[in-house]
């Protein structure tokens, strides 16, 4: 079983209440070999949501508490990215998730670039806090 992000699975689950479906993730889906998972939504955002950053750092620090998660507001909303992040690492192991397909420069599946906290288009290296959790339990990560 794969683990995919469910807005790349066609499910309207993205910060601005819309999807990024990748045809290939949603067959993997639909024939049940895939299960579509939102970090986000499992943490408690709302669809449609704030835009959010990690700032001054990536997924790993806000793991090891040295980072956090903001909304373009400047609320912090670090706990629903770790609530969120764990929720997901759940749903992994009761699934025997070998990999995952996750949505690219994304504060909580990205992988490799993210996001750089200042809501201005600008990539930092790093993964989101889910791939980062995710990576830490053993888990392939890649994204689409």
């Given at each position: ?18 999807n990024r479906a990748a045809l290939e993730i949603r067959e993997l889906v ?115």
């Amino acid at each position: 079983m794969i683990l995919v992000s469910a807005c790349l699975a066609g499910i309207d689950c993205a910060w601005d209440g819309k999807n990024r479906a990748a045809l290939e993730i949603r067959e993997l889906v639909d024939k049940k070999l895939a299960v579509a998972i939102c970090p986000e939504v499992l943490g408690g955002r709302t669809i449609p949501r704030m835009r959010t950053e990690i700032k001054d750092g990536s997924g790993d620090d806000v793991l090891n508490g040295r980072a956090n998660v903001y909304d373009e507001n400047g609320k912090d909303v670090t706990g629903e990215f770790l609530k969120g992040a764990y929720a997901a690492l759940e749903i992994a192991r009761e699934y025997h998730v070998k990999k995952t397909i996750l949505k690219s420069k994304s504060p909580s599946c990205g992988i490799g670039k993210i996001y750089d906290g200042s809501f201005e288009g600008d990539l930092v290296d790093g993964d989101g806090v889910t791939a980062a959790l995710l990576k830490r339990a053993g888990i392939v990560c890649q994204c689409a």
